[in-house]
């Protein structure tokens, strides 16, 4: 006679929790697998351009020495861009294991601290609306890290000579930081990918905007990794806000 199971219940709770565990198991698969490609597709790109210019040079160089110091300021530019490309994705995975160290700290000084680095090599107006202190659960690195990103990609992406502005405030029991600048702005229906890894907007492709498609990726990481949440939304009259929420702090973390 056959032991019957004791507990039904159970049995039946551990094959609905291992069901689960398969279908996420299966999911990490299939995303892992897009990643690797998309990785891979990214990476061919330079590499065609650089292996083109190679052979250009072997067949034609010698009998063509003028040919040489454009092939080789591709070959540069574009070994450059796998680099950028390669270094990216190692922070990106790195980050797949981190646990990152989150206390309340003051994200007014910190983002003050970032418009002033960054300040130099701004091509815009920076506008700061922040109160002297503003106490959030954040993890500095990170948090610098995601500043840092946005405010180049508001540099590269709106025009030279308008107003980005970086505030800061609090709402009951969250801390907004928001980067807002008056370029092209983020489509409805493209405000979700551009977090995804490798996403680009046609327009800044067609452009010819050098980038990876990494940067909000890595950058939407470190926040999530946080505790925080980032979205984009419209800047009013024009152009995109990236808003990063924050906890405040209770009285336990202080
Ligand atoms: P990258 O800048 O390297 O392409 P990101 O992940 O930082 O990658 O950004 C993804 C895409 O989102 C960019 O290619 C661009 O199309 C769009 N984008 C990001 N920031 C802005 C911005 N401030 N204004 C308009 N478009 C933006």
């Known amino acids: 006679?056959?032991?019957?199971?004791?507990?039904?219940?159970?049995?039946?709770?551990?094959?609905?929790?291992?069901?689960?565990?398969?279908?996420?198991?299966?999911?990490?698969?299939i995303r892992d697998n897009q990643f690797v490609s998309d990785a891979s597709h990214e990476l061919r790109t330079p590499l065609t351009a650089i292996r083109g210019h190679v052979a250009l040079l072997k067949r034609h160089g010698q009998a063509h020495p003028?040919?040489?110091?454009?092939?080789?300021a591709v070959i540069d530019d574009e070994s450059m861009k796998m680099q950028r490309l390669i270094e990216s994705l190692l922070a990106l995975s790195r980050m797949d294991h981190a646990k990152v160290q989150v206390a309340a700290i003051d994200v007014a000084g910190l983002?003050?601290?970032?418009?002033?680095?960054?300040?130099?090599?701004?091509?815009?107006?920076?506008?700061?609306?922040?109160?002297?202190?503003l106490l959030a659960l954040a993890n500095a690195e990170s948090l610098e890290h995601a500043l840092l990103a946005?405010?180049?990609?508001?540099?590269k992406y709106a025009p030279a000579?308008?107003?980005?502005?970086?505030?800061?405030?609090q709402h009951g029991?969250?801390?907004?930081?928001?980067v807002a600048d008056r370029g092209p702005g983020i489509p409805d229906n493209?405000?979700?990918?551009?977090?995804?890894?490798?996403?680009?907007?046609?327009?800044?492709?067609?452009?010819?905007?050098?980038?990876?498609?990494?940067?909000?990726?890595i950058t939407r990481r470190l926040i999530t990794l946080s505790?925080?949440?980032?979205?984009?939304?419209?800047?009013?009259?024009?152009?995109?806000?990236?808003?990063?929420?924050?906890?405040?702090?209770?009285?336990?973390?202080?």
């Open 150 to 155: 946005l405010l180049s990609n508001a540099n």
């Open 227 to 254: 505790g925080g949440t980032i979205t984009v939304l419209d800047n009013h009259p024009q152009g995109s806000r990236f808003v990063i929420t924050l906890k405040a702090p209770n009285s336990e973390n202080l």
């Open 173 to 178: 029991r969250r801390v907004e930081l928001s």
């Open 111 to 133: 983002a003050r601290r970032v418009v002033a680095r960054f300040q130099q090599q701004s091509r815009q107006q920076l506008e700061v609306l922040l109160p002297d202190k």
């Open 1 to 29: 006679r056959l032991p019957v199971p004791e507990e039904p219940e159970e049995v039946h709770e551990l094959s609905l929790e291992f069901n689960r565990l398969l279908h996420s198991l299966n999911e990490q698969v």
């Open 190 to 217: 493209e405000k979700k990918r551009v977090f995804d890894r490798f996403y680009r907007l046609d327009a800044s492709r067609s452009k010819a905007i050098s980038g990876t498609g990494l940067g909000l990726a």
């Open 161 to 169: 000579n308008t107003v980005v502005t970086i505030a800061g405030e």
């Open 66 to 72: 003028e040919l040489i110091p454009d092939s080789l």
